[in-house]
């Protein structure tokens, strides 16, 4: 049985939310206390006639905060870096987006799910993508090495709980403005969406 949240160090809930999201991308029809899939990547945004042409692999897994590609002003040849890139459905946009010259950047904390992403870029033949498997606040990448960073912090993924959820936005919000001042690029911010939210 696992200890209440109030005791966990932040190393043990980082392993929880790495455990929960890698049931998301082995078993995305599972019960869930947030929203996954496509009808919720629908009503944060993502259209019918984009979802329709991707592969279900890409969105079935889908547990994002919104659909930041109206906002994200990528051009070609520029390196992206998207924190919690979950299976990939903002990975593939980007690396079109950016193009062969380009690089982007997929991070997440799930092992499971970085894999899921990994083969979805490899089935899109997606050559321009690299995988990190880390923590937001402990992220693998040099000074200055990324030209625009997508995250949803603040806030963090739909959370496991309501204190889970203020411990994500105190610690995603530090790591984010940590990471805009190391690499110097810029940041965007997704709005989270807090349809099904479950404590």
């Known amino acids: 049985m696992e200890k209440p949240l109030a005791q966990m160090t932040a190393r043990e809930i980082k392993s929880v939310v790495a455990k929960r999201y890698g049931e998301v991308a082995i078993d995305p029809k599972g019960k869930f206390n947030f929203p996954v899939g496509r009808r919720f990547a629908e009503s944060v945004g993502y259209s019918r006639q984009l979802l329709d042409k991707a592969p279900s692999s890409l969105w079935e897994s889908f547990t994002g905060a919104g659909n930041p590609q109206p906002y994200i ?86 959370p496991l709980s309501v204190k889970l959820f203020e411990f994500c936005v105190v610690v995603g919000a530090q790591s984010s403005l940590k990471l805009y001042l190391r690499l110097h690029c810029r940041t965007k911010y997704a709005r989270i969406s807090m349809i099904g939210f479950a404590a």
């Open 73 to 158: 002003d990528v051009t070609s040849g520029e390196t992206v870096l998207d924190l919690g890139c979950g299976a990939g459905l903002d990975l593939y946009l980007y690396a079109q987006a950016t193009g062969p010259e380009g690089r982007v950047y997929g991070l997440d904390l799930s092992e499971e799910m970085v894999a899921k992403a990994k083969h979805n870029m490899e089935m899109l033949n997606a050559k321009n993508v690299e995988f990190l498997c880390a923590p937001a606040d402990n992220i693998p990448l040099p000074d200055k090495s990324v030209d625009i960073e997508y995250t949803i912090f603040p806030p963090i993924r739909v």
